[in-house]
Nanobody, 116 residues
Framework: QVQLVESGGGLVQAGGSLRLSCAASGSIFGFNTMGWYRQAPGKQRELVARINSRGNTVHADSVKGRFTISRDNAKNTVYLQMNSLKPEDTAVYYC??????????WGQGTQVTVSS
């Protein structure tokens, strides 16, 4: 059983920074991808950034240059450093672990609110 525990969300003023963390526990073996998605009210869940076991990253165009995803493989933890936050970044942020054919797992979500 895989569990993902997120932390680091909160309320911040526009231009501020937050760092999200997501620790994975359980039976995690081999190549995998960890990522962050977000869902704003009335909108579909969208990819923010993802990183695989080799460290290859993908960032959504809307966050390039402001957000940075990283991971610590020894700790099975992924981070999202968010700088220059904008009100439109307000959403619930979800951590995801994709282990290919073995499944895809989600965290419970953490609220990020950016005030103008």
């Amino acid at each position: 059983q895989v569990q993902l525990v997120e932390s680091g969300g909160g309320l911040v003023q526009a231009g501020g920074s937050l760092r999200l963390s997501c620790a994975a526990s359980g039976s995690i073996f081999g190549f995998n991808t960890m990522g962050w998605y977000r869902q704003a009210p009335g909108k579909q869940r969208e990819l923010v950034a993802r990183i695989n076991s080799r460290g290859n990253t993908v960032h959504a165009d809307s966050v390039k240059g402001r957000f940075t995803i990283s991971r610590d493989n020894a700790k099975n933890t992924v981070y999202l450093q968010m700088n220059s936050l904008k009100p439109e970044d307000t959403a619930v942020y979800y951590c995801n672990l994709d282990v290919g054919g073995l499944g895809s797992f989600w965290g419970q979500g953490t609220q990020v609110t950016v005030s103008s």
